[in-house]
């Protein structure tokens, strides 16, 4: 018995000899003085110590054992928990978790810094006029150059929002925000803490530097199911109305509700009287869009599972069009009589207003995606059309030939239902990703000009909701962007 035991410490030391991982260990301290005479055993001790810089690192010569995590910090091993339900569980999530908040504290203190970094090499202010006097930019590229190289230089700052309950403001959290046409005004969608949803508008033109102050104006409509689609509407004049798409609750069925932006205390000019509020029994809605096409006067469409409805608010008359998936996302053209739709099932097509539901021929375009269409947003000329997906794909579509002519790389999805804004004028593209990070790309050649993080930490209940004006605060206003996280807001202007 002694014998087999004394075979097994030996056979445990030997084991430990011809194992790199101990052997490098054990000989580290007695190797120390002689490393430091030696350069090239300095750089040999280099290349086979453990990496102190993550265990998860792929090129760490820490050995990556099963079911246990390696803590450079530490620098020992800990057992990864397969569950929650200990009081403080160690778990891929939270490794994961903990490296991309250190990677959002220092993205914030770089952007705190006062020397900004240009997404394109060799990009400033004074070899752009340079370039503009010798005549090698024409008009057209010197403003959309200036707009990026501004863009790379907006410097967050928070915006003070008043209301008439202070309380409120403190304990609601932001979900969604949407500008209107002008950028004079932020309609919100806010979660209470006890439950459920309430609604505001926000008046942009107090948004001036340096003070950056805005009212929210509120109403007493109240609801506890969610919002899963919202959308400016023109119905009596421009952006007259607040589109609401609402999910059934038990047996409440679902509906599209039209609400007057007048309903919120002085949002709204004086003289004009409070309108009414319009409800339609859709159900199950995931998208829709208000027409302002001439064809589809006083419309709006709806996206339901495996079919499109277009309501005319006037008449109450429906036209329905089956579809083989959900319709997640669309936009109506202005030029041409047409219905952009994005599905589930990643396909993009259009609808032919023209021709009735029962008849045949209405798909006038077909494009496909490989992943489900969260977003559709068709260009200024209607010659082109942008699209995101759950894969953080966003591609740029030729209508004309129906072909992909533009990529932008970058962004983040994995299941959510995100949105995707295009602003032509300033030529940039913005959209949030599901790491929480707001991203630009130049519009012309999908180049990445700046990544923002959140200035909370990331959290998939908590994706920044943002709008892009090309005049924040009214007609002189300057180009920003707004965004709104938690119970904050803030607003990133070029001035």
């Not at 054990?26 to 750089?43: A, I």
């Not at 930019?137 to 008439?164: D, F, G, I, P």
């Not at 990544?451 to 090309?470: N, W």
Request: glycine share 6%; hydrophobic share 35%.
């Amino acid at each position: 018995m002694h014998k087999s035991r004394g075979q097994s410490r030996r056979h445990g030391r030997r084991s430990h000899r011809h194992n790199p991982w101990f052997r490098q260990h054990g000989s580290k301290e007695r190797n120390n003085t002689r490393v430091q005479q030696s350069p090239q055993g300095s750089s040999h001790s280099d290349d086979e110590a453990p990496s102190t810089s993550s265990s998860t690192a792929g090129s760490s010569s820490v050995p990556d054992l099963p079911g246990y995590y390696f803590d450079p910090e530490k620098k020992r091993y800990f057992r990864l928990l397969p569950g929650h339900n200990n009081c403080n569980p160690l778990t891929k999530e939270s490794i994961r978790q903990k490296e991309m908040e250190s990677k959002r504290l220092q993205l914030l203190e770089e952007e705190d810094k006062q020397g900004k970094k240009t997404a394109r090499l060799g990009f400033n202010a004074s070899s752009l006029l340079q370039k503009s006097k010798l005549g090698f930019l024409n008009v057209t590229s010197y403003c959309r150059l200036a707009h990026e190289l501004r863009v790379s230089c907006m410097q967050r700052k928070k915006v003070q929002v008043q209301s008439s309950d202070p309380s409120a403001l403190a304990s609601d959290r932001f979900n969604l925000i949407l500008a209107d046409t002008n950028s004079d005004r932020l309609f919100t969608v806010n979660d209470v803490k006890v439950g459920g949803s309430k609604y505001g508008i926000i008046n942009l033109r107090g948004l001036k530097t340096p003070t950056l102050r805005v009212h929210m104006h509120e109403n007493l409509y109240f609801t506890n199911r969610k919002v899963n689609a919202v959308s400016w509407a023109s119905l009596n004049h421009l952006d007259s109305h607040i589109l609401l798409c609402l999910m059934g609750i038990a047996e409440t069925p679902g509906c599209a509700t039209l609400l007057p932006a007048s309903l919120f205390v002085s949002s709204h000019p004086a003289g004009d009287r409070p309108g009414m509020l319009c409800s339609f029994r859709i159900p199950g809605a995931w998208s829709c869009a208000w027409s302002l096409n001439i064809q589809a006067n006083n419309c709006f469409s709806t996206g339901l599972s495996r079919r499109v409805l277009v309501t005319s608010v006037v008449t109450g008359h429906r036209q329905s069009f089956g579809t083989s998936s959900d319709v997640l996302a669309q936009q109506f053209a202005v030029m041409a009589p047409l219905l952009f739709n994005g599905c589930r099932s990643g396909e993009i097509f259009a609808i032919d207003l023209r021709c009735r539901n029962q008849g045949k021929g209405w798909k006038a375009t077909r494009l496909l995606h490989d992943s489900a269409v969260t977003s559709v947003q068709i260009l200024q000329e209607e010659q082109c059309l942008m699209a995101s997906d759950m894969a953080g794909t966003i591609k740029l579509w030729d209508l004309r030939t129906t072909k992909c002519i533009r990529q932008y790389e970058g962004h983040v999805n994995e299941y959510a239902h995100l949105p995707l804004h295009v602003h032509e004028e300033e030529g940039i593209v913005v959209a949030v990703g599901q790491d929480c990070y707001t991203r630009i790309w130049s519009l012309h050649d999908a180049q990445l000009l700046r990544t923002i993080p959140s200035p909370h930490p990331t959290s998939k209940a908590d994706i920044p909701s943002v709008a892009f004006s090309s005049r924040l605060g009214g007609f002189r206003g300057a180009p920003g962007l707004l965004m709104a996280i938690q119970q904050d807001l803030y607003c990133f202007s070029y001035s």
